[in-house]
Nanobody, 115 residues
């Protein structure tokens, strides 16, 4: 079993930046995918960005050029640098990890973009 703990959410003005962090613990396997999803009120959970153990990255079109995903395998961690934030980025952001065919989720961290 894998546990994921997120940090770094908060309130930011439009155009501002935030950095989300997620640390994994438990049964860790080297071959894996980590990433971030988000869910806004009344909407379905959607992919934001993912990165695999070969550093292949995939981003949602809505965040390309603004968000950057990275990972530190020594710390079993994944990060999301979010720049040029917009009100429509407001959501609960969930850390995600897939390994050995199983999905794990963090508890979520709130990101609010508002003036």
């Amino acid at each position: 079993q894998v546990q994921l703990v997120e940090s770094g959410g908060g309130l930011v003005q439009p155009g501002g930046s935030l950095r989300l962090s997620c640390a994994a613990s438990g049964r860790i396997f080297a071959i894996n995918v980590m990433g971030w999803y988000r869910q806004a009120p009344g909407k379905q959970r959607e992919l934001v960005a993912i990165i695999d153990n070969n550093d292949f990255r995939n981003y949602a079109d809505s965040v390309k050029g603004r968000f950057t995903i990275s990972r530190d395998d020594a710390k079993n961690a994944v990060y999301l640098q979010m720049n040029s934030l917009k009100p429509e980025d407001t959501a609960v952001y969930f850390c995600y990890r897939q390994q050995e065919g199983r999905d794990s989720w963090g508890q979520g961290t709130q990101v609010t973009v508002s003036s």
